[in-house]
């Protein structure tokens, strides 16, 4: 993509990773001839995600830029049975809509004391980190 994305473009493709629309109004078969509603998935937020990443835009890089910031939250353990040794935290993505935000988080699962990953947690965090860096070089 060379030309950068105009207001309303860019204002699209957030209200996708947002979830704020529907993606498509649909009668099926098997609802009786029933319109249903059809929502963006995780990869239609991603795509999202990559292309406000190509768009040049300064309210991508402020949408992006506010996606992206995480914050280490303390969740109470600690690495030694007697509770003197360095605590564990979770990292969390307070500003990410709800099912992108379970996507990039890590949080450690009890008893074993491991950090549970959505299998496409890494790919999520690589796309918005990607998308950040080429906002921030080719953003006027």
Do not use: C
Request: no cysteine; proline share 5%.
């Amino acid at each position: 993509m060379t030309d950068r994305l105009s207001d309303q473009e860019v204002s699209e493709l957030i209200q996708i990773v947002e979830l704020k629309h529907i993606k498509k109004r649909e009668a099926h078969w098997y609802t009786l001839g029933i319109p249903v509603n059809h929502y963006y998935s995780l990869d239609d937020q991603l795509n999202a995600i990559k292309v406000l990443g190509e768009s040049k835009s300064p309210k991508a890089l402020e949408y992006i830029s506010n996606l992206n910031l995480n914050k280490q939250v303390d969740n109470g353990v600690n690495t030694d049975e007697d509770g003197g040794g360095r605590a564990r935290f979770d990292t969390i993505y307070p500003y990410a809509p709800v099912r992108l935000e379970e996507v990039l988080e890590i949080r450690m699962i009890f008893p074993s004391l491991e950090y549970t990953i959505h299998p496409r947690g890494d790919e999520a965090r690589e796309i918005l980190d990607n998308a950040m860096n080429r906002l921030q070089k080719e953003t006027p």
